[in-house]
């Protein structure tokens, strides 16, 4: 009976422990920052996840930081392609509309326009000439706060109508 019962409490043990590690796998995954960086903004987006990753990104003109979409291990979309400092790529606002409060993180690829958004929701989404092309809101459960750094590494910019709202 008392094998029987310390089977049965190892047994229990073991697959608690198991649920915990794929959970904690999956909160590790949910980033494409490399481990040396700095997670500024990361969320599951379905399969693939948004990453806003710094290094030594201490002023606008310091260290980098990088937009990054896709999978782990596989990114679909990093800008910039190296690591420059932030000053000439990424923009930074607060937006306060009544109640509501949102920070964006802008940037421009050719003629789309990408922001990240912190809120309730958060997600990223991208415009074509003022015109919604894509939103992608980040998972149930996910709430990414961006980091406090990110406003000492990127340049607080107006807010852009067309871009913004």
Avoid: W
């Avoid at 073991?14 to 649920?19: D, H, I, K, Q």
């Amino acid at each position: 009976m008392k094998r029987h019962l310390l089977a049965a409490l190892f047994f229990l043990v073991g697959a608690v422990l198991a649920v915990n590690l794929v959970g904690m796998a999956h909160a590790v995954e949910a980033t494409l920052c490399q481990p040396h960086e700095e997670i500024y903004f990361s969320c599951s987006v379905g399969e693939k996840v948004v990453s806003l990753c710094a290094s030594g990104n201490i002023s606008p003109d310091n260290g980098y930081v990088q937009y990054r979409y896709g999978k782990p291990g596989h990114v679909d979309l990093q800008f910039p392609n190296k690591p420059y400092p932030p000053r000439r790529y990424f923009g930074i606002s607060d937006i306060s509309i009544g109640s509501l409060s949102f920070v964006h993180v802008k940037f421009r690829i050719g003629k789309y326009d990408y922001v990240i958004y912190q809120g309730s929701p958060s997600g990223v989404y991208v415009k074509k000439n003022g015109d919604l092309v894509s939103n992608r809101v980040c998972d149930h459960g996910d709430y990414p706060l961006l980091s406090r750094r990110v406003f000492r590494g990127i340049v607080t910019v107006p807010i852009v109508d067309g871009v913004d709202n």
